[in-house]
C-alpha cells in the first residue's frame, strides 16, 4: 500500500475526521483555559499542563481510533490481496502512531524542561533592598483614576475621588513611584469616565505611565463593594484584579484603605521575582511596613516580636511574619511556642511551594529531623543565595545538624568577603568561624591560620580565637596559642578566657597530649574562683580532684536544679566518691527533667555519665537515641568531648557521626 492509498483509506475510515475533532477540541480547551485560569483560581501553569496531558494523548488517541472507531474484518473469503491490504495498513498506521509518539514525547519533554526544570543556573539573582530607597524606579508614573460609581446613587459620587486621592497619598507617602496629580488625572478621568481600553491606550498616548489603577463601586443592599484592578499603561493587559472589598455604605473609607493597602502592598512586591516572593496575594501595606521596621530591630528582641505581632494583626494572611515569629520563639528556646503558631499558619495558595517547603523546614527543625532540616534549608537557600544570614545558616546546618563539614567551604564561597566588613558584621564573622571549624573537621589546618591569622591580627575577634587556637594546637604551634593568650588578657572577660582554656584542655586530651590538657584545667579552676560553672567542675574531675568536684557540684546543683549537665557531673562525682545509691538517684532526677522538645540532652548527659564511669556500650546506645532524637555536632559535642574519648574511633560512634547521612 502506498502512502497516497494509505490517506485514502484513513479518510475512508474517517480516522482524518476524528482527528481534527480532537485537534479543534484541544485548540478550544486551551483558548478557554487561557482566559478563566485567572479568575477560576487556578495556578499560571494550568495551560502549559493541559498542554503536556494533550499532547501525550494524542498517541494513545490514535490507538483508541484504531481499536474502537475503525472496523476491519477478517473472515476465510477474504482474498490474499484483501488480507495483505489489511496487513500493510495496520503496519503504516502504528508506524505512523509510533512517530507521532515519538514527537509528542519530545514536545513534552522540552515543554517540561522550559516550564519546570529551568533551573541550569543553581542560584537566582536577588536585589539587596535598603529602606529609604523606592521601591520602583522613580521615573515610573502610576495614574490613579476616579473610581467609577455604579451605584445609582449620587450621594455616593464622591467615595470614587476619596478612593482616588487616598490611593494617591499612600503613593506620594511612600515615594513608590511618580503618580499622576489629582487635577491632571481629573482632566483626562472628565475625557475617559468610561474606562474602555481605548481611553487607556489615549492616557498611554499622553501621559505615557507605566501603570494605570482603575476602579469601581456599587451597592449590595446596605453593603458597598469596591473592585480596583492595575493596568499595564503599555499593553492595556489587566497586571491584577484584588478581591473586592465590602463594607458600609456609610462609612466607604473602610473599603478604600482595605483596597489602598492591596495596591500598596502589590507596588512594593511586583518587582521581585515570582519565585521570591512568599506569597501571590500582597499583603496589606502596614503589615509590610511593620515587617520591615521588625527586621531593621531584630537585635532588640522585644521590640522585633512586637513588631512581628502587629504585621501578623493587620494582615493574619501575611505568611512571612508569622514563619519569622515561629524562627523568633525557636530561637528562644520556646520549642513549644514555636511549634504551636507553626500549626496555625495557612498556605495563602495551595501550590505555593516555597511556602510549603518553609513549613517542612520548621516542622523538620520543631521535630529534631535533622537530615530533612538541612534539605529543606537548601531548597529554601536557592531563592536567596546572596543573602548573608541565609548564607551563614545552611553553613550552620550543614556543619553541627548533618555534619557535613565538606559541604561548608562550596556554600562559604557563594559570596565573597571582598566587600564585606568583617568587624562590624557578626554574620560575617560567624561565616568564617563555622568555615574554619569545617576545615578544622577536615584536617586543614594550615588554611584556618592563613585565614584567621590576618583578621585577629587586625582586630581581636573572640569567636574566632577558638579554631585559631586548635589549629595551633594541631600543627604543634604551642608558643603561639601563649603569645595570643597574653595578648587577649586586657581584651578578654575572664569568663571568656576560662572558656578558651578549657577547649584547649579538651582538645589537648583527645590529642593525649595529658600534660598540656592538665595545665589548662589547672588554669581553669584558678581563673574560675567566684563564678565556677560546669567547665571548673568538669576540669576538677579530670584532674582526680574528687572530693573537691563532689562539694562543687552540690553547691552547683542547689544553685541550678534544672541543669542536667550539673546534675550529671554531680552523679560522676557520687559515683567516683563511692556512693553509687546516691548516683543513680541523681540519674533519675535527670531522667524525670526530660521535656517533650529535648532535642537529645538528657540522653547525651546521660551517656556522657556513663562514659566517664567506663560503661561505653551503654554510652554509645544513648549517643545513638540522643543523635535520632535531633542532637547537634558541636565543638564541644560528640567527637570534640574528651569523656568519649576511648569510643571515638569504633565503628559504632562513626555510625553515629554519619547519621543524618
Known amino acids: 500500500m502506498t502512502i497516497k492509498q494509505f490517506i485514502a483509506e484513513c479518510q475512508k475510515k474517517d480516522v482524518l475526521k476524528l482527528i481534527s475533532i480532537y485537534l479543534v477540541s484541544t485548540w478550544v480547551l486551551l483558548q478557554v483555559l487561557a482566559v478563566v485560569w485567572e479568575p477560576i483560581g487556578l495556578p499560571k501553569k494550568s495551560v502549559t499542563v493541559l498542554i503536556l496531558i494533550l499532547v501525550l494523548g494524542f498517541p494513545f488517541y490514535l490507538y483508541y481510533i484504531y481499536k474502537f472507531k475503525i472496523h476491519i474484518e477478517y473472515n476465510e473469503d477474504q482474498s490474499k490481496k484483501e488480507l495483505a491490504s489489511i496487513a500493510s495498513f495496520k503496519k503504516i498506521y502504528f508506524g505512523t502512531v509510533a512517530i507521532f509518539s515519538v514527537v509528542c514525547m519530545a514536545v513534552v519533554v522540552v515543554i517540561t524542561k522550559a516550564n519546570f526544570f529551568n533551573n541550569d543556573e543553581p542560584l537566582v539573582k536577588t536585589v539587596v533592598r535598603v529602606e529609604s530607597e523606592p521601591i520602583v524606579d522613580v521615573d515610573d508614573r502610576i495614574v490613579v483614576l476616579k473610581f467609577k460609581n455604579n451605584s445609582m446613587q449620587d450621594s ?390 574528687n572530693v573537691k568536684a563532689l562539694s562543687l557540684a552540690q553547691r552547683l546543683a542547689a544553685a541550678k536544679p534544672a541543669d542536667i549537665r550539673i546534675k550529671s557531673l554531680l552523679a560522676t562525682a557520687f559515683y567516683k566518691a563511692g556512693n553509687k545509691s546516691q548516683a543513680m538517684e541523681t540519674l533519675a532526677q535527670i531522667k524525670r527533667l526530660k521535656t517533650d522538645y529535648d532535642y537529645g540532652s538528657t540522653d547525651y548527659e546521660l551517656a556522657r555519665y556513663h562514659a566517664g564511669i567506663g560503661n561505653d556500650d551503654k554510652a554509645l546506645r544513648l549517643l545513638q537515641t540522643s543523635i535520632a532524637d535531633g542532637n547537634i555536632y558541636t565543638t564541644r559535642r560528640f567527637q570534640n568531648d574528651p569523656v568519649f574519648k576511648n569510643i571515638i574511633k569504633t565503628p559504632e560512634f562513626d555510625k553515629i557521626m554519619n547519621y543524618w547521612h
Open 156 to 545: 455616593l459620587d464622591v467615595a470614587g475621588s476619596m478612593a482616588a486621592d487616598w490611593i494617591i497619598q499612600g503613593i506620594n507617602e511612600k515615594q513608590i513611584a511618580q503618580v499622576i496629580s489629582t487635577e491632571t488625572i481629573k482632566q483626562y478621568a472628565e475625557d475617559f469616565e468610561g474606562y474602555t481600553s481605548g481611553s487607556i491606550k489615549i492616557l498611554d498616548r499622553f501621559i505615557q505611565p507605566s501603570k494605570i489603577i482603575t476602579g469601581t463601586y456599587f451597592l449590595n443592599k446596605d453593603q458597598l463593594i469596591v473592585q480596583s484592578s492595575i493596568t499595564d499603561g503599555k499593553t492595556s493587559d489587566i497586571l491584577v484584579s484584588f478581591k473586592p472589598q465590602s463594607c458600609s455604605s456609610r462609612d466607604p473609607l473602610v473599603c478604600i484603605e482595605n483596597i489602598k493597602q492591596l495596591i500598596m502592598g502589590y507596588l512594593f512586591l511586583e518587582n521581585k521575582n515570582d519565585s521570591l516572593s512568599l506569597q501571590r496575594n500582597p499583603p496589606k501595606y502596614m503589615a509590610y511596613e511593620k515587617l520591615l521596621e521588625a527586621k531593621s530591630k531584630s537585635h532588640r528582641e522585644k521590640d522585633y516580636l512586637n513588631l512581628l505581632n502587629e504585621s501578623i494583626s493587620i494582615d493574619p494572611t501575611f505568611f512571612e511574619p508569622q514563619v519569622l515569629r515561629v524562627a523568633y520563639h525557636y530561637g528562644q528556646g520556646n520549642y513549644k511556642i514555636a511549634d504551636s503558631l507553626r500549626r496555625t499558619i495557612k498556605l495563602t495558595a495551595y501550590d505555593n511551594k516555597r511556602q510549603a517547603n518553609l513549613l517542612k523546614y520548621y516542622e523538620a527543625l520543631i521535630n529534631g529531623e535533622n537530615d530533612r532540616v538541612y534539605q529543606t534549608l537548601l531548597e529554601e537557600y536557592r531563592f536567596v543565595p546572596q543573602q548573608l544570614v541565609d548564607n551563614s545558616t545552611v553553613m550552620v546546618v550543614a556543619q553541627q545538624y548533618v555534619n557535613r563539614p565538606e559541604d561548608v567551604e562550596p556554600i562559604y564561597e557563594r559570596i565573597s568577603n571582598d566587600s564585606l566588613d568583617l568587624y562590624n558584621c557578626h554574620t560575617c564573622l560567624n561565616r568564617q568561624y563555622v568555615s574554619a571549624l569545617a576545615h578544622i573537621e577536615l584536617g586543614d589546618y594550615q588554611k584556618v591560620i592563613s585565614e584567621l591569622e590576618k583578621v585577629i591580627k587586625d582586630r581581636e575577634q573572640e569567636l574566632l580565637l577558638e579554631p585559631l587556637v586548635v589549629a595551633y594546637l594541631k600543627t604543634g604551634q604551642k608558643r603561639k596559642i601563649d603569645l595570643l593568650l597574653e595578648r587577649q588578657e586586657l581584651s578578654l572577660r575572664p569568663e571568656e578566657i576560662v572558656r578558651l582554656q578549657y577547649f584547649l584542655g579538651m582538645q589537648a586530651m583527645l590529642m593525649d597530649d595529658l600534660a598540656f590538657a592538665k595545665a589548662k584545667f589547672l588554669k581553669v579552676i584558678e581563673l574560675s574562683q567566684g563564678f565556677e560553672d560546669a567547665s571548673t567542675l568538669q576540669s576538677m574531675l579530670w584532674l582526680g580532684q
